[in-house]
């Protein structure tokens, strides 16, 4: 699912030295298919020139609110009309400043003030510059007015400093304005997921857990935010950043992630169990770290409640879908878990083809029968699950 094929974006670019990540953005975007209208301000082209711009975009570049190739003399109005999208790549600590105060003296801060499209800013500017109150006070206003704010990034900067304020790189923002084009096909929906392993103590030092990354977890909760789900995410103990606008809650065992999920389950719309969740724990955690010595050693183990098909069961159960990861049989295994947890869907992986990578291919079963999802990066992979899930609700 490309967002940007055959779709207009306008890229803002404002005087910062970051200027030249946005000739690599625009790339980025012509090559996934986008027509790209470039506006710089007068500071932006004393950075990166307008025949870079132009060059890359294949169309000349915008910089004066007079510009006479608009007949109608309303470049500042036309230019976002029909565009998916306006980014600012770079926007400085002066053009936040204007645009969280509404000012309109050029071009570019004018189409931001007429556009009808999302808009979104890329803030690229010295660490103090971002931390002073006066930009923490703009870069609220924005986020109050709906403008999305990308990064700043942590890193050397520039001038040598290191901090906040570097612009994210490239593919980032793409990343970015992908997430953010996507449709908003569970918008006013609310989701549960859980995702990652759970950890069994043994005692104080050890338990039992497993491989799972939480990567597929975490893309799914990511890809529901992006469909305009408000997202609450129940996770065991992984690595993984918490996608923006995400709710999260850490918990470590099966039992913590159950309470977890009974806590935050009234008033979903949809459960989601992604987590790879132990079948079985110690009976007894020691209270103190147990010693060897003994030529074996014996646990004892007793089940974890079943928290998808604890869920599913509920009178007043969501819409709930569940992950079969199986190493053979797959169509067999997973339709039967769908059967047996009364599942609205199940999304069925061979583990060979996808536990603890980037990329994954599986299959959704639900009533219709099975339904082959193309192997893609997750994040991919993510946004094919959650349109399915859409359309199942719809029905
Ligand atoms: O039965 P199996 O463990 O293979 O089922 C996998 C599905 O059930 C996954 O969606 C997983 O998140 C969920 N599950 C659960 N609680 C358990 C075991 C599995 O929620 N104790």
Known sequence: MNEFQGRRIVLGVTGGVAAYKAAELVRLLVKAGAEVDVAMTAAGAQFVGAATFQALTGRRVWQALWDERMDNGMAHIDLTRGAAALLVAPATADFLAKLAHGFADDLLSTLCLARDCPLLVAPAMNRQMWENPATQRNVAQLRADAVSVLGPAHGEQACGEVGDGRMLEAQELFDELHASLQAKTLAGKRVLLTAGPTFEALDPVRGLTNSSSGKMGFALARACAEAGAEV?????????????????????????????????????????????????????????????????????????PDILAEVAARPDAP???????????????????????????????????????????????DAAGAHVLPPAEKSEVARGIVAHIASLMEQ
């Open 232 to 304: 609450t995410l129940v996770t065991g103990p992984v690595t993984s950043a918490t996608p923006r606008g995400v709710l999260r809650v850490d918990v470590k065992s099966a039992c913590q992630m159950r309470d977890a999920v009974m806590r935050a389950l009234p008033g979903q719309d949809v459960f989601i169990g992604v987590a790879a969740v132990a079948d079985y724990r110690p009976r007894q955690e020691s209270a103190q770290k147990i010693k060897k010595g003994t030529a074996t050693l014996t646990l004892e183990l007793e089940a974890n």
């Open 319 to 365: 819409f709930c879908v569940g992950f079969a990861a199986e190493s053979q049989d797959l169509a067999k295994y997973a339709e039967g878990k769908r059967v047996a947890k009364k599942l609205a869907l199940v999304v069925g992986n061979l583990v060979q083809d996808g536990l603890g990578g980037d990329s994954n291919a599986v299959t959704l079963f």
